[in-house]
């Protein structure tokens, strides 16, 4: 670096490029990373989960109160789809 250029605190380019992995390596560390923490467990919050779920369970007794059938049937289903998203189990 010559005087001028390190007074003006810019570094002058290097004649030749880096040979090898200098940056790569980083931003490739950096991609896998990314994809393990994607794939990280997310705590649920109970009570949410709770509260969330209260309105259809709700509306679930009241339909098997009322016929029994099929609208009991889609409001069990879409409960059932609600507990199995909350608790991380599979469609």
Do not use: Y
């Amino acid at each position: 670096m010559n005087a001028s250029a390190a007074l003006s605190g810019i570094a002058r380019p290097r004649d030749k490029p880096v040979k090898g992995w200098t940056m790569q390596k980083p931003i490739w560390a950096m991609i896998a990373l990314l994809f393990a923490s994607g794939c990280a467990s997310v705590a649920v919050n109970e009570s949410a989960l709770c509260a969330g779920l209260e309105q259809p369970a709700t509306d679930h007794a009241a339909a098997l109160a009322e016929d029994g059938g099929p609208r009991s049937v889609m409001t069990g289903a879409r409960l059932i789809r609600m507990l199995d998203a909350g608790c991380g189990l599979p469609e």
